[in-house]
């Protein structure tokens, strides 16, 4: 188990782990943080070895990614590579031992990256060159690990859409078929399955938001699920 904590000085907390049933105390697997900074979100790699998180550990206001082995054996090592003062990981992914994440390591464009839990290959972008006021939002790994669907403005930088790549970055699908005149994807859902994803986004008429679905790999048609565009309420999916 994984918990936080400010055992070794008061409010600020960092992070622990212990066995279950294990009643000795906790072994402090993070450093801690300066003064305002904490640590954000945490996970477990598939073996347990390390657990990777984030938090303004190292500067106030700037989000890094850190791993560390579950024992304390050897201290936490920064997973992000070089990034520019004032940048942030905004998002990560564990699958198996690799982490998947989502920063702006140059303080201008937002893309997707991929690297090894324990800090042994560099970081690997996945998402393809972006122009000026282009990026990547948020993202979801398949269930069954093979694809990657994200959020992004690579067609114009004006409208979000949706699309899908492999965990290579190989294979970009572009899942949505435009988007009117200030519409966007707002939110995607992937099927327990892997194959089908569920969307929301006002794509047809601005600010009328409506249902859509696509195959994951871009085959396949681009289905309206539910369209009314005498209604202009939002789906949560």
Do not use: C
Not at 120 to 132: A, C, H, I, V, Y
Not at 186 to 204: E, N, Y
Not at 208 to 234: C, H, K, M, W
């Amino acid at each position: 188990v994984a918990y936080l904590a400010d055992q070794t000085t008061q409010g600020r907390f960092e992070l622990y782990t212990v066995r279950v049933n294990d009643a000795t105390t906790g072994t402090r697997v993070s450093t801690t943080p300066v003064a305002n900074g904490a640590i954000f979100n945490f996970a477990f790699t598939s073996d347990s070895s390390r657990v990777v998180y984030t938090g303004d550990i190292l500067v106030d206001g700037e989000t890094r990614l850190f791993s560390a082995p579950v024992d304390g054996s050897t201290p936490q090592v920064v997973l992000n590579g070089t990034m520019a003062a004032g940048t942030d990981v905004t998002q990560f992914e564990v699958l198996g031992n690799t982490v998947f994440f989502r920063a702006n390591p140059d303080g201008v464009t937002n893309h997707i990256y991929r690297v090894l839990a324990d800090g042994s290959s560099g970081r690997l972008r996945l998402t393809p060159n972006f122009d000026t006021d282009e990026e990547a939002y948020n993202f979801a790994l398949s269930p069954d690990g093979t694809r990657i669907v994200y959020r992004a403005n690579l067609q114009d930088s004006t409208k979000i859409e949706l699309y899908s790549m492999r965990l290579d970055g190989s294979d970009n699908q572009r899942l949505t078929i435009g988007a009117s005149a200030g519409g966007n994807v707002l939110s995607f859902q992937i099927a327990p399955d892997s194959r089908t994803v569920v969307f929301a986004g006002d794509l047809l008429i601005d600010e009328d938001i409506d249902l859509f679905s696509r195959p994951i790999d871009g085959s396949g048609i681009f289905t309206v699920l539910e369209y009314d565009a005498t209604q202009n309420q939002a789906k949560d999916i």
